[in-house]
């Protein structure tokens, strides 16, 4: 069974950092394009980051470059997102989504949970 497993979500402060965690089971990621979205209340899904099957790819939502971190590590079948300085407006349901696709698609085949992250004083 294919699985994403989203963890790392929680609550901080304005300016915090937080380091999410997308682990898969019943696959192996290497061959996967993978995708961070979120999603706030009352508001659509929007995509943050992908990175895509070789590495090669990396894309940033404008309203994250320079504060949010993708990255892979094949050895442990887990992608994270690395979140600094993080704001209020970043305060939603984050998901790990992935495809074989290897150039970061619009459509994701498998998604995960979801782990809230709550940034607020």
């Known amino acids: 069974q294919l699985q994403l497993v989203e963890s790392g979500g929680g609550l901080v402060q304005p300016g915090g950092s937080l380091r999410l965690s997308c682990a898969a089971s019943?696959?192996?990621?290497?061959?996967?394009?993978i995708g961070w979205f979120r999603q706030a209340p009352g508001k659509e899904r929007e995509g943050v980051s992908c990175?895509?099957?070789?590495?090669?790819?990396?894309t940033y939502a404008d309203s994250v470059k320079g504060r949010f971190t993708i990255s892979r590590d094949n050895a442990k079948n887990t992608v994270y997102l690395q979140m600094n300085s993080l704001k209020p407006e970043d305060t939603a349901v984050y998901y790990c989504?992935?495809?074989?696709?290897?150039?970061?698609?619009?459509?994701?085949?498998?998604w995960g949970q979801g782990t809230q992250v709550t940034v607020s004083s």
């Open positions: 989504a992935a495809d074989p696709a290897d150039y970061c698609p619009l459509e994701y085949d498998y």
């Open positions: 019943g696959f192996t990621l290497d061959y996967y394009s």
């Open positions: 990175i895509s099957s070789s590495g090669g790819r990396i």
